[in-house]
């Protein structure tokens, strides 16, 4: 039926609803796991917004595009997009898009090893954060800029970023991301050897994956598990954890 709306819309030159069309079927497609049709659709998505929507509903076609980019692990195309998105939310005047996008931004170049960009983008995101005072937001942030001078090998930097995202997922209930932080917190005290702070900081991070039940987002645990009994020599235990 998608399908049919889609082309007697697109006769009948109606751009928007068939805009409309686009983005449900990537909805759908996303939903059943088909992230390359679903890349389809949100490209059509796109490409119809910009005949017929704001500036703002054009940020938010681009913004799924590069989600779905991002899930086939397409980091260079996702980060062409997250920046349309970006500028289409400075345009808008839309402040709590900006700092999603640029954070999101900033993510993806700290994976890549793009760490004086990702640095740029979470600064601006911050600033404009403040204003907003959104705890969500702000501690996105925050982890974000832990991650990258983890990666940096600057642990202090790390940790007081990691503290102040904890302190705000926490006002924020944000279960799942308070998880990912325990985890990457017990990476940063086990690159510093101080092992039973890494211990509890898994532990942690495994008390609220057990109640979230969801194996998928438990990888980063594992691995990080495995870091810490290959340092300390329980070599049995990591290799469990490998096997995971």
Not at 200 to 228: C, P, R, T, V
Request: aromatic share 12%; proline share 0%; with cysteine.
């Amino acid at each position: 039926y998608l399908l049919k709306a889609i082309a007697v819309t697109g006769e009948n030159g109606d751009i928007f609803y068939q805009a409309d069309s686009y983005a449900i079927l990537n909805y759908m497609y996303t939903k059943q796991g088909d992230i390359t049709n679903a890349t389809e659709a949100a490209y059509a998505y796109l490409k119809a917004m910009e005949i017929s929507g704001t500036r703002a509903e054009i940020a938010m076609a681009a913004s799924i595009l590069g989600d779905n980019y991002y899930a086939l692990g397409k980091t260079t195309e996702a980060l062409k997009y997250y920046k349309i998105s970006l500028e289409g939310a400075i345009e808008g005047g839309m402040m709590n898009e900006q700092i999603t996008y640029s954070t999101e931004i900033g993510d993806i170049c700290t994976e890549v090893g793009k760490y004086p960009e990702a640095l740029e983008y979470y600064n601006s995101a911050l600033k404009a954060a403040v204003d907003v005072k959104d705890d969500k937001l702000l501690a996105d942030i925050h982890h974000g800029i832990g991650n990258l001078y983890r990666l940096l090998g600057d642990y202090r930097a790390s940790l007081q970023n990691y503290k102040l995202a904890e302190t705000e997922y926490k006002s924020v209930g944000n279960q799942v991301d308070l998880a990912k932080l325990f985890t990457n917190t017990g990476k940063v005290y086990t690159a510093l050897q101080q092992y039973d702070q890494a211990t509890k900081s898994f532990a942690s991070a495994k008390e609220l994956y057990d109640g979230l039940n969801n194996k998928l987002s438990m990888i980063g645990y594992y691995n990080g598990l495995e870091q810490l009994n290959i340092a300390t020599g329980n070599w049995k235990s990591a290799y469990n954890n490998y096997k995971i």
